[in-house]
């Protein structure tokens, strides 16, 4: 079984910055993309930010040029440094990734329990 752990998250005034992270540990192979999501309550998991395994990252329009993502292919872990951050910006943040668990394996998409982070106005 493969586990992906955040941390990193909490109460922050509107302006202000953090940084989560997302460990993944378990059978893992390899692991492909990684990313992150976010769910307010009432809406659905909306797209964050991802990154592939050769550093290729992609951003949701809303946090283009304040957020950040980042990778350690080493330590099989993923990083979200936000700044200039909102209180529309107030969300359980879920880390994702693919992951293969043996070489011939298919990828297989798996999610962190989430990390809530506030941003008060």
């Known amino acids: 079984q493969v586990q992906l752990v955040e941390s990193g998250g909490g109460l922050v005034q509107a302006g202000g910055s953090l940084r989560l992270s997302c460990a993944a540990s378990?059978?893992?192979?390899?692991?492909?993309?990684m990313g992150w999501y976010r769910q307010a309550p009432g809406n659905k998991r909306e797209f964050v930010a991802t990154i592939t395994k050769g550093g290729t990252t992609n951003y949701a329009g809303s946090v283009k040029g304040r957020f950040t993502i980042s990778r350690d292919n080493a330590k099989n872990t993923v990083n979200l440094r936000m700044n200039s951050l909102k209180p529309e910006d107030t969300a359980v943040y879920h880390c994702n990734a693919d992951v293969r668990i043996s070489l011939v394996s298919p990828l297989y998409d798996f999610w962190g329990q989430g990390t809530q982070v506030t941003v008060s106005s």
């Open positions: 378990g059978s893992i192979f390899s692991i492909g993309d």
